[in-house]
């Protein structure tokens, strides 16, 4: 792309991104109220770009039909996960998009291997799923909770057996094959952490307290969960250091204004898609033959007084063009490392 978009996207999203073999410690390393010295009026235009973006580059990525894309979304209660949703998918066609929201694993999920459920939820090529919490919640909720794993039927946790410290070392490595095996067939995966800090989960839980439109958002287990912030902040660090890796990386957005955590929330996704480069598929010369065939029957039907082909009337460049309407076709170009 020639415009500057795709530059000024990268440098946007670098200093979210978790190096892979860091060892992060959130509280230390991120700041939730970091918005990159930007106005939210520079924001608004930003993510209209990037929305824009998102757009045309998933047009390009159904058409190809090679590569998908896997979103995981993961946020303490509050983080802003349904609205970074809506505001980053208010582009793109529905048809391509699939949303999937993870919740408590039923019985039948729970009779499976971890990773089950969220395989039954992968896009099929061409297509983006948004992971509204993910795999993920195995190595954090379930960290946090280790009496969930009781409930998993694993033969080395079974009740009584209690849970030794490796099982997470093993997810994580179990977790970081998936992905790249993944990767390595074409579905892409990119993970968002929403980084909200305690005081504006507090502010917002009081709101949905408040207001009663938005009771139905506020659980008493909201409350609880937020009485094991440190153990979480601990779950989330090791997560990030462990499973951020050069084919899946993890970027952590500030999420304590919303109007920022979207922007970013978009530019990660649009900085994917174009890293992939997804392209319009090329038409053999014997399909286009056909085409043209087509074509000249098509302009014979035209009523008297009419141009033979309106389009090609209004865009005299089009006819000649080819296949892609004289687009040159964009080179995949080399990351250019910021920093
Ligand atoms: P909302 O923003 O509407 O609150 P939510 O994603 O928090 O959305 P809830 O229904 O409130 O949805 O909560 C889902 C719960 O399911 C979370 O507390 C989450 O930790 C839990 N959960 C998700 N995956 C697992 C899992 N694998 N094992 C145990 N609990 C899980
Ligand atoms: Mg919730």
Redesign the pocket.
Known sequence: MSDGRAERIAEFVEPLRVEPGSRVDLERDFDPRYKSGMKKREGVELLRIGVSLLAEYQTRLAAQDTYGVVLCLQAL???G??GTIRHVMSGVNPQGVRVS?????SAE?LDHD?LWRYAQRLPARGEIAIF??SHY??V???RV?PE?LLRQHLPEHGPGRGVGDDIWDRRYREINRWERHLTDNGFKVVKVFLNLSKEEQRIRFLKRIDLPEKNW?F?A??VR?RSRWDDYQKAFSEMLSATSTRWAPWYVVPADRKWFARICAAAVLAHTLMEIDPQYPDVPPEVRKDLLVAKRGLEQEAPAGAPSDPYAARHPSSEQAGPHGGKKRGKRKKRRKHG
């Open positions: 209660d509050a983080g996960k349904d929201s993870f919740k408590v694993p999920e971890y509204n919490r919640e195995e954090l909720v379930v909770h969930f958002k659980s287990a909201d969960e």
